[in-house]
Protein backbone atom coordinates (compact mmCIF):
# COMPACT_ATOMS: atom_id res chain seq x y z
CA UNK A 1 0.00 0.00 0.00
CA UNK A 2 2.79 2.21 0.88
CA UNK A 3 4.84 1.31 -2.36
CA UNK A 4 1.91 1.96 -4.76
CA UNK A 5 -0.03 4.48 -2.77
CA UNK A 6 -2.90 2.33 -3.24
CA UNK A 7 -6.01 1.37 -0.85
CA UNK A 8 -6.37 -1.66 0.54
CA UNK A 9 -8.99 -2.16 -1.22
CA UNK A 10 -7.28 -1.92 -4.09
CA UNK A 11 -4.25 -3.92 -3.21
CA UNK A 12 -6.78 -6.95 -2.00
CA UNK A 13 -8.09 -7.24 -5.25
CA UNK A 14 -4.91 -7.24 -6.91
CA UNK A 15 -4.14 -10.45 -4.85
CA UNK A 16 -7.69 -11.83 -5.25
CA UNK A 17 -6.78 -11.45 -9.34
CA UNK A 18 -3.23 -13.12 -9.18
CA UNK A 19 -4.17 -16.18 -6.93
CA UNK A 20 -7.31 -16.67 -9.57
CA UNK A 21 -4.82 -16.47 -12.12
CA UNK A 22 -2.37 -19.10 -10.13
CA UNK A 23 0.18 -16.72 -10.30
CA UNK A 24 0.35 -16.57 -5.96
CA UNK A 25 -0.47 -19.03 -3.61
CA UNK A 26 -1.50 -18.14 -0.06
CA UNK A 27 -0.03 -20.26 2.79
CA UNK A 28 -2.37 -19.20 6.44
CA UNK A 29 0.05 -17.91 8.98
CA UNK A 30 2.77 -17.44 6.73
CA UNK A 31 1.73 -15.19 3.90
CA UNK A 32 1.23 -14.53 0.25
CA UNK A 33 3.96 -16.05 -2.01
CA UNK A 34 4.57 -16.17 -5.94
CA UNK A 35 3.41 -19.78 -7.20
CA UNK A 36 6.62 -21.97 -7.55
CA UNK A 37 5.60 -23.44 -10.70
CA UNK A 38 4.70 -21.49 -13.59
CA UNK A 39 2.63 -23.10 -16.58
CA UNK A 40 4.92 -21.86 -19.63
CA UNK A 41 2.75 -21.64 -23.11
CA UNK A 42 4.28 -24.00 -25.60
CA UNK A 43 3.70 -22.61 -29.43
CA UNK A 44 3.32 -25.09 -32.15
CA UNK A 45 2.97 -25.19 -35.69
CA UNK A 46 -0.44 -24.63 -36.76
CA UNK A 47 0.21 -23.94 -40.13
CA UNK A 48 -1.22 -27.33 -40.99
CA UNK A 49 -4.75 -25.64 -40.69
CA UNK A 50 -4.97 -23.54 -43.64
CA UNK A 51 -5.31 -26.38 -46.44
CA UNK A 52 -7.57 -28.78 -44.20
CA UNK A 53 -9.74 -25.49 -43.38
CA UNK A 54 -9.50 -24.88 -47.32
CA UNK A 55 -10.50 -28.38 -48.51
CA UNK A 56 -13.36 -28.31 -45.30
CA UNK A 57 -14.75 -24.81 -46.70
CA UNK A 58 -14.94 -26.63 -50.63
CA UNK A 59 -11.90 -25.32 -51.84
CA UNK A 60 -10.56 -25.98 -55.25
CA UNK A 61 -9.64 -29.61 -53.71
CA UNK A 62 -13.30 -30.60 -52.34
CA UNK A 63 -16.12 -31.93 -54.61
CA UNK A 64 -18.70 -30.61 -51.90
CA UNK A 65 -21.15 -27.75 -51.79
CA UNK A 66 -19.04 -24.46 -50.48
CA UNK A 67 -20.00 -22.62 -47.15
CA UNK A 68 -18.47 -19.50 -46.66
CA UNK A 69 -17.45 -18.08 -43.18
CA UNK A 70 -16.01 -15.16 -43.30
CA UNK A 71 -17.99 -12.74 -41.93
CA UNK A 72 -15.91 -9.08 -41.86
CA UNK A 73 -19.06 -6.96 -43.04
CA UNK A 74 -21.04 -8.22 -39.94
CA UNK A 75 -17.53 -8.19 -37.81
CA UNK A 76 -17.93 -4.78 -38.77
CA UNK A 77 -20.67 -3.75 -37.21
CA UNK A 78 -19.81 -5.76 -33.48
CA UNK A 79 -16.83 -3.75 -33.13
CA UNK A 80 -16.86 -1.04 -31.26
CA UNK A 81 -15.16 2.46 -31.41
CA UNK A 82 -12.57 3.90 -28.83
CA UNK A 83 -14.14 7.41 -26.73
CA UNK A 84 -12.33 9.43 -29.30
CA UNK A 85 -14.30 8.34 -32.29
CA UNK A 86 -17.84 9.08 -32.67
CA UNK A 87 -20.20 5.76 -33.64
CA UNK A 88 -22.45 6.08 -36.93
CA UNK A 89 -21.80 2.23 -37.91
CA UNK A 90 -23.36 0.67 -34.86
CA UNK A 91 -26.80 -0.80 -35.11
CA UNK A 92 -27.67 -1.13 -31.57
CA UNK A 93 -28.88 1.32 -29.29
CA UNK A 94 -26.66 3.28 -27.26
CA UNK A 95 -26.81 2.93 -23.40
CA UNK A 96 -29.02 6.70 -23.01
CA UNK A 97 -31.60 5.43 -25.63
CA UNK A 98 -31.90 1.85 -23.59
CA UNK A 99 -34.48 1.40 -21.28
CA UNK A 100 -32.11 0.79 -18.16
CA UNK A 101 -34.27 0.80 -15.33
CA UNK A 102 -37.03 -1.41 -17.02
CA UNK A 103 -34.14 -3.67 -17.96
CA UNK A 104 -32.57 -3.87 -14.69
CA UNK A 105 -36.09 -4.07 -13.08
CA UNK A 106 -36.83 -7.17 -15.16
CA UNK A 107 -33.45 -9.13 -14.48
CA UNK A 108 -33.89 -8.61 -10.40
CA UNK A 109 -37.87 -10.03 -10.84
CA UNK A 110 -37.14 -12.72 -13.59
CA UNK A 111 -33.95 -14.20 -10.95
CA UNK A 112 -36.70 -14.50 -8.51
CA UNK A 113 -39.02 -16.29 -10.49
CA UNK A 114 -38.67 -20.59 -9.99
CA UNK A 115 -38.82 -20.96 -12.97
CA UNK A 116 -36.34 -18.82 -14.68
CA UNK A 117 -33.87 -21.84 -12.94
CA UNK A 118 -35.80 -24.61 -15.05
CA UNK A 119 -35.60 -26.05 -18.21
CA UNK A 120 -37.50 -23.98 -20.46
CA UNK A 121 -39.79 -25.97 -23.09
CA UNK A 122 -38.39 -26.52 -26.33
CA UNK A 123 -39.90 -24.23 -28.32
CA UNK A 124 -40.14 -21.17 -25.53
CA UNK A 125 -41.67 -20.34 -22.65
CA UNK A 126 -45.15 -20.10 -22.75
CA UNK A 127 -46.35 -17.13 -21.65
CA UNK A 128 -43.64 -15.64 -23.95
CA UNK A 129 -44.52 -17.37 -27.02
CA UNK A 130 -48.26 -15.80 -25.82
CA UNK A 131 -47.11 -12.49 -25.77
CA UNK A 132 -45.35 -12.83 -29.58
CA UNK A 133 -48.52 -14.31 -30.68
CA UNK A 134 -50.23 -11.12 -29.46
CA UNK A 135 -47.58 -9.14 -30.96
CA UNK A 136 -47.42 -9.87 -34.48
CA UNK A 137 -51.01 -10.91 -35.17
CA UNK A 138 -52.54 -12.49 -37.65
CA UNK A 139 -54.41 -14.41 -35.31
CA UNK A 140 -51.34 -16.61 -34.56
CA UNK A 141 -51.32 -18.64 -31.49
CA UNK A 142 -48.72 -20.31 -29.17
CA UNK A 143 -48.72 -23.29 -31.27
CA UNK A 144 -47.20 -20.92 -34.32
CA UNK A 145 -44.42 -19.28 -31.84
CA UNK A 146 -40.76 -20.31 -31.72
CA UNK A 147 -38.56 -18.21 -29.33
CA UNK A 148 -35.28 -17.72 -30.58
CA UNK A 149 -32.03 -16.35 -29.80
CA UNK A 150 -32.69 -12.97 -31.19
CA UNK A 151 -32.28 -12.13 -35.50
CA UNK A 152 -29.39 -12.97 -36.24
CA UNK A 153 -30.01 -16.45 -34.72
CA UNK A 154 -33.41 -16.81 -36.64
CA UNK A 155 -32.26 -16.14 -39.82
CA UNK A 156 -29.30 -18.83 -39.29
CA UNK A 157 -31.97 -21.47 -38.46
CA UNK A 158 -34.52 -20.73 -40.73
CA UNK A 159 -32.10 -20.75 -43.61
CA UNK A 160 -30.96 -24.10 -42.95
CA UNK A 161 -34.09 -25.34 -42.12
CA UNK A 162 -35.90 -24.49 -45.30
CA UNK A 163 -32.79 -24.77 -47.88
CA UNK A 164 -30.05 -27.63 -48.73
CA UNK A 165 -26.51 -26.30 -49.35
CA UNK A 166 -26.17 -25.26 -53.12
CA UNK A 167 -29.71 -24.29 -53.44
CA UNK A 168 -30.72 -20.65 -54.48
CA UNK A 169 -31.70 -18.29 -52.00
CA UNK A 170 -33.16 -14.83 -53.30
CA UNK A 171 -32.53 -12.05 -51.12
CA UNK A 172 -33.17 -7.96 -51.59
CA UNK A 173 -29.99 -5.35 -53.29
CA UNK A 174 -28.77 -4.07 -51.32
CA UNK A 175 -29.38 -5.96 -48.07
CA UNK A 176 -28.59 -6.61 -44.11
CA UNK A 177 -24.96 -7.73 -44.27
CA UNK A 178 -26.05 -10.76 -41.37
CA UNK A 179 -28.44 -12.20 -43.68
CA UNK A 180 -25.93 -12.26 -46.49
CA UNK A 181 -23.38 -14.01 -44.35
CA UNK A 182 -25.80 -16.23 -42.93
CA UNK A 183 -26.45 -17.30 -46.74
CA UNK A 184 -23.33 -18.14 -47.32
CA UNK A 185 -22.39 -20.08 -44.17
CA UNK A 186 -25.56 -22.22 -45.11
CA UNK A 187 -24.33 -23.19 -48.43
CA UNK A 188 -26.32 -21.14 -50.06
CA UNK A 189 -26.36 -19.27 -53.11
CA UNK A 190 -27.60 -15.73 -53.17
CA UNK A 191 -29.27 -14.27 -55.81
CA UNK A 192 -29.73 -10.58 -55.05
CA UNK A 193 -33.05 -8.64 -56.54
CA UNK A 194 -33.19 -4.38 -56.40
CA UNK A 195 -35.71 -2.85 -54.95
CA UNK A 196 -37.66 0.58 -55.53
CA UNK A 197 -39.70 2.84 -53.58
CA UNK A 198 -42.07 0.06 -52.33
CA UNK A 199 -39.68 -2.48 -51.84
CA UNK A 200 -38.82 -5.76 -53.33
CA UNK A 201 -39.34 -5.69 -57.06
CA UNK A 202 -42.13 -7.74 -57.51
CA UNK A 203 -41.34 -8.24 -61.47
CA UNK A 204 -38.00 -8.97 -61.08
CA UNK A 205 -38.47 -11.77 -58.48
CA UNK A 206 -41.07 -13.35 -60.50
CA UNK A 207 -38.15 -13.57 -63.05
CA UNK A 208 -35.63 -14.70 -60.62
CA UNK A 209 -38.25 -17.43 -58.99
CA UNK A 210 -38.53 -18.55 -62.53
CA UNK A 211 -34.93 -18.95 -63.34
CA UNK A 212 -33.26 -20.37 -60.11
CA UNK A 213 -36.40 -22.14 -58.56
CA UNK A 214 -35.69 -20.95 -55.85
CA UNK A 215 -37.55 -22.06 -52.49
CA UNK A 216 -36.72 -18.91 -50.13
CA UNK A 217 -37.08 -15.59 -50.71
CA UNK A 218 -35.82 -13.07 -47.54
CA UNK A 219 -37.34 -9.33 -47.50
CA UNK A 220 -37.49 -6.90 -44.49
CA UNK A 221 -40.79 -5.10 -44.61
CA UNK A 222 -40.46 -1.85 -42.61
CA UNK A 223 -37.04 0.27 -42.92
CA UNK A 224 -35.08 -1.62 -44.68
CA UNK A 225 -31.34 -2.09 -43.76
CA UNK A 226 -30.04 -0.23 -45.48
CA UNK A 227 -32.04 1.90 -47.43
CA UNK A 228 -35.04 2.47 -44.74
CA UNK A 229 -37.59 1.57 -47.35
CA UNK A 230 -40.86 -0.32 -46.35
CA UNK A 231 -42.89 -2.59 -48.69
CA UNK A 232 -46.28 -0.83 -48.99
CA UNK A 233 -49.30 -3.39 -48.99
CA UNK A 234 -49.76 -3.45 -52.76
CA UNK A 235 -46.19 -4.95 -52.66
CA UNK A 236 -46.75 -7.37 -49.66
CA UNK A 237 -49.52 -8.73 -51.44
CA UNK A 238 -48.04 -9.13 -54.99
CA UNK A 239 -44.77 -11.01 -53.19
CA UNK A 240 -46.37 -13.01 -51.52
CA UNK A 241 -48.54 -14.05 -54.03
CA UNK A 242 -45.52 -14.52 -56.59
CA UNK A 243 -44.18 -16.72 -53.81
CA UNK A 244 -46.95 -18.90 -53.47
CA UNK A 245 -47.50 -19.49 -57.18
CA UNK A 246 -43.38 -20.66 -56.82
CA UNK A 247 -44.23 -22.81 -53.83
CA UNK A 248 -41.52 -20.77 -51.98
CA UNK A 249 -41.19 -19.53 -48.21
CA UNK A 250 -40.69 -15.70 -47.79
CA UNK A 251 -38.55 -15.21 -44.78
CA UNK A 252 -39.71 -11.51 -43.36
CA UNK A 253 -37.27 -10.41 -41.01
CA UNK A 254 -39.35 -7.75 -39.48
CA UNK A 255 -36.44 -5.79 -37.37
CA UNK A 256 -37.77 -2.81 -37.08
CA UNK A 257 -41.14 -2.93 -35.90
CA UNK A 258 -41.08 -1.61 -32.85
CA UNK A 259 -38.69 1.25 -34.36
CA UNK A 260 -41.52 3.25 -36.13
CA UNK A 261 -40.41 7.18 -35.22
CA UNK A 262 -43.37 9.66 -33.27
CA UNK A 263 -43.82 11.04 -36.85
CA UNK A 264 -45.04 8.12 -38.49
CA UNK A 265 -47.76 7.20 -40.04
CA UNK A 266 -49.25 4.19 -39.22
CA UNK A 267 -47.37 0.90 -40.18
CA UNK A 268 -48.71 -1.45 -42.64
CA UNK A 269 -49.32 -5.26 -40.84
CA UNK A 270 -46.88 -7.92 -41.23
CA UNK A 271 -46.87 -10.21 -43.97
CA UNK A 272 -47.95 -13.07 -41.88
CA UNK A 273 -51.05 -11.13 -40.90
CA UNK A 274 -52.80 -12.14 -44.10
CA UNK A 275 -50.76 -15.35 -44.87
CA UNK A 276 -53.27 -18.21 -44.08
CA UNK A 277 -51.54 -21.07 -46.26
CA UNK A 278 -48.07 -20.96 -44.12
CA UNK A 279 -46.54 -18.65 -47.10
CA UNK A 280 -44.71 -16.48 -44.75
CA UNK A 281 -41.84 -16.87 -41.95
CA UNK A 282 -41.80 -14.04 -39.83
CA UNK A 283 -38.98 -13.32 -37.69
CA UNK A 284 -39.16 -10.62 -34.77
CA UNK A 285 -36.53 -9.67 -32.40
CA UNK A 286 -36.68 -8.03 -28.71
CA UNK A 287 -33.08 -6.68 -29.54
CA UNK A 288 -33.05 -3.47 -31.95
CA UNK A 289 -35.23 -1.79 -28.73
CA UNK A 290 -33.81 -3.30 -25.64
CA UNK A 291 -30.06 -3.70 -24.93
CA UNK A 292 -28.12 -6.10 -27.69
CA UNK A 293 -27.63 -8.33 -24.79
CA UNK A 294 -31.40 -9.22 -24.66
CA UNK A 295 -30.99 -11.78 -27.35
CA UNK A 296 -34.58 -13.11 -27.56
CA UNK A 297 -36.30 -13.07 -30.75
CA UNK A 298 -39.42 -15.64 -31.96
CA UNK A 299 -39.81 -17.51 -35.32
CA UNK A 300 -43.69 -17.44 -36.04
CA UNK A 301 -44.95 -19.41 -38.96
CA UNK A 302 -47.97 -21.99 -40.06
CA UNK A 303 -47.98 -25.34 -40.66
CA UNK A 304 -45.34 -28.13 -41.22
CA UNK A 305 -42.72 -25.98 -41.60
CA UNK A 306 -42.51 -24.69 -37.42
CA UNK A 307 -41.18 -28.32 -36.76
CA UNK A 308 -38.71 -28.55 -39.12
CA UNK A 309 -37.54 -25.22 -37.78
CA UNK A 310 -37.69 -26.28 -34.55
CA UNK A 311 -36.15 -29.05 -35.11
CA UNK A 312 -32.97 -26.69 -36.49
CA UNK A 313 -33.04 -24.35 -33.14
CA UNK A 314 -32.80 -27.30 -31.18
CA UNK A 315 -29.89 -28.77 -33.04
CA UNK A 316 -27.82 -25.57 -32.84
CA UNK A 317 -29.14 -24.29 -29.46
CA UNK A 318 -31.01 -26.85 -27.39
CA UNK A 319 -33.55 -23.86 -26.05
CA UNK A 320 -32.48 -20.09 -25.21
CA UNK A 321 -31.69 -19.84 -21.74
CA UNK A 322 -34.91 -19.20 -19.30
CA UNK A 323 -33.55 -16.13 -17.49
CA UNK A 324 -33.36 -14.60 -20.37
CA UNK A 325 -37.21 -15.50 -21.75
CA UNK A 326 -38.26 -14.62 -18.23
CA UNK A 327 -36.23 -11.39 -18.04
CA UNK A 328 -37.82 -10.33 -21.92
CA UNK A 329 -41.25 -11.39 -20.60
CA UNK A 330 -41.32 -9.12 -17.56
CA UNK A 331 -39.49 -6.64 -19.90
CA UNK A 332 -42.82 -7.11 -22.59
CA UNK A 333 -45.50 -7.24 -19.66
CA UNK A 334 -44.55 -4.27 -17.75
CA UNK A 335 -47.35 -1.51 -17.10
CA UNK A 336 -44.22 0.72 -18.62
CA UNK A 337 -43.27 -0.94 -22.42
CA UNK A 338 -45.45 0.99 -24.55
CA UNK A 339 -44.90 4.22 -22.82
CA UNK A 340 -41.16 3.02 -23.28
CA UNK A 341 -41.22 2.44 -26.85
CA UNK A 342 -43.18 5.99 -27.49
CA UNK A 343 -40.33 7.65 -25.67
CA UNK A 344 -37.66 5.48 -27.77
CA UNK A 345 -39.84 6.72 -31.24
CA UNK A 346 -39.50 10.41 -30.20
CA UNK A 347 -35.82 10.30 -29.51
CA UNK A 348 -35.33 8.25 -32.98
CA UNK A 349 -37.70 11.02 -34.54
CA UNK A 350 -35.33 14.06 -33.38
CA UNK A 351 -31.86 12.18 -33.62
CA UNK A 352 -33.31 11.05 -37.74
CA UNK A 353 -34.14 14.57 -38.07
CA UNK A 354 -30.78 16.32 -36.95
CA UNK A 355 -28.60 13.29 -38.87
CA UNK A 356 -30.92 14.37 -42.42
CA UNK A 357 -30.15 18.04 -41.80
CA UNK A 358 -26.44 17.47 -41.20
CA UNK A 359 -26.19 15.12 -44.16
CA UNK A 360 -28.42 17.06 -46.58
CA UNK A 361 -26.10 20.63 -45.44
CA UNK A 362 -22.60 18.19 -46.07
CA UNK A 363 -23.22 15.68 -48.71
CA UNK A 364 -25.99 18.18 -50.94
CA UNK A 365 -29.60 18.27 -51.58
CA UNK A 366 -29.33 14.83 -53.93
CA UNK A 367 -27.64 12.96 -50.97
CA UNK A 368 -30.79 11.20 -49.63
CA UNK A 369 -33.30 9.42 -51.88
CA UNK A 370 -35.53 8.37 -48.63
CA UNK A 371 -36.12 10.21 -45.20
CA UNK A 372 -37.56 7.15 -43.63
CA UNK A 373 -39.45 7.02 -40.90
CA UNK A 374 -38.65 4.60 -38.99
CA UNK A 375 -35.21 2.67 -38.07
CA UNK A 376 -32.54 4.12 -36.80
CA UNK A 377 -29.96 4.64 -40.33
CA UNK A 378 -29.89 6.67 -43.24
CA UNK A 379 -28.86 5.51 -46.74
CA UNK A 380 -26.66 8.19 -48.37
CA UNK A 381 -25.27 8.49 -51.91
CA UNK A 382 -21.91 10.05 -52.72
CA UNK A 383 -20.96 12.55 -55.05
CA UNK A 384 -19.57 10.77 -58.63
CA UNK A 385 -15.71 11.58 -57.63
CA UNK A 386 -15.76 10.04 -53.69
CA UNK A 387 -14.68 6.72 -53.41
CA UNK A 388 -16.82 5.19 -50.51
CA UNK A 389 -13.32 3.07 -48.85
CA UNK A 390 -11.37 6.01 -49.12
CA UNK A 391 -14.19 8.30 -47.61
CA UNK A 392 -14.89 5.82 -44.61
CA UNK A 393 -10.93 5.23 -43.95
CA UNK A 394 -10.73 9.40 -44.16
CA UNK A 395 -13.44 9.49 -42.03
CA UNK A 396 -12.15 7.28 -39.49
CA UNK A 397 -8.83 9.67 -39.52
CA UNK A 398 -11.42 12.28 -38.05
CA UNK A 399 -12.80 10.23 -35.83
CA UNK A 400 -16.06 9.30 -37.41
CA UNK A 401 -16.93 5.75 -37.96
CA UNK A 402 -19.34 4.88 -40.95
CA UNK A 403 -20.03 1.96 -42.73
CA UNK A 404 -19.26 1.49 -46.41
CA UNK A 405 -22.31 1.09 -48.91
CA UNK A 406 -20.20 -2.33 -50.15
CA UNK A 407 -21.19 -4.31 -47.04
CA UNK A 408 -24.59 -4.65 -48.21
CA UNK A 409 -24.25 -5.42 -51.63
CA UNK A 410 -23.94 -9.42 -53.20
CA UNK A 411 -22.42 -7.78 -56.28
CA UNK A 412 -21.11 -4.79 -56.98
CA UNK A 413 -22.83 -1.40 -57.19
CA UNK A 414 -22.08 1.29 -59.64
CA UNK A 415 -23.45 3.80 -57.01
CA UNK A 416 -21.61 4.51 -53.85
CA UNK A 417 -22.77 4.81 -50.82
CA UNK A 418 -22.57 5.17 -46.59
CA UNK A 419 -24.68 3.90 -44.55
CA UNK A 420 -25.05 6.16 -41.16
CA UNK A 421 -26.41 5.07 -37.96
CA UNK A 422 -27.74 7.56 -35.51
CA UNK A 423 -28.64 5.51 -32.71
CA UNK A 424 -24.67 4.15 -31.49
CA UNK A 425 -23.59 8.00 -30.67
CA UNK A 426 -23.89 9.29 -27.10
CA UNK A 427 -26.29 12.28 -28.22
CA UNK A 428 -27.81 14.02 -31.37
CA UNK A 429 -24.89 16.81 -30.84
CA UNK A 430 -22.63 14.05 -31.33
CA UNK A 431 -24.31 12.68 -34.72
CA UNK A 432 -24.51 16.32 -35.70
CA UNK A 433 -21.00 17.19 -35.36
CA UNK A 434 -19.62 13.62 -36.63
CA UNK A 435 -21.65 13.95 -39.59
CA UNK A 436 -20.66 17.44 -40.43
CA UNK A 437 -17.04 16.86 -39.60
CA UNK A 438 -17.19 14.75 -42.99
CA UNK A 439 -17.76 18.21 -44.81
CA UNK A 440 -13.94 18.25 -45.75
CA UNK A 441 -13.62 15.45 -46.90
CA UNK A 442 -16.18 16.05 -49.52
CA UNK A 443 -15.34 18.60 -51.37
CA UNK A 444 -14.17 17.77 -54.99
CA UNK A 445 -10.37 18.26 -55.62
Known sequence: MRRFTASGTTVSAALALLAQRGLIVSRPGAGTFRTAARPVAHIGDTSWQESTLDVASGGPSSLRTSRDFKAP????????????????????????????????????????????????????????????????????????????????????TALRALAQPGDPVILESPTYPGTIAAAHAAGLRTVPV??????????????????????VVIVQPLFQNPTGVSLSVARQEEIRAIARRHAAFVIEDDFARHMAHADAIPSPPPMIFGDPDGTVVHIR????????????????????????????HIIDTLFVPAPLQVTALEVVTAAGWRRALKVLGAALAHRCNVATDAVLATFGDDALALRPRGGYHLWVSLPAHLDEHQLVTAALAKGVAITPGTNYYITDSSVMHVRLSYVAAPSPSDVDNAIRRLAPLIVEP
Open 73 to 156: ALMGILSTSGSDIIDLNGGYLHPGLQPLGPLSTALSRAAKRPEAWDRPPAGGVPELRDWFAADIGGCLGRHDILVCGAGQSALA
Open 194 to 215: PLDANGMCSDHLDQALTRTRAR
Open 285 to 312: SLTKVTSPNLRVGAIAARGPVLARLRSA
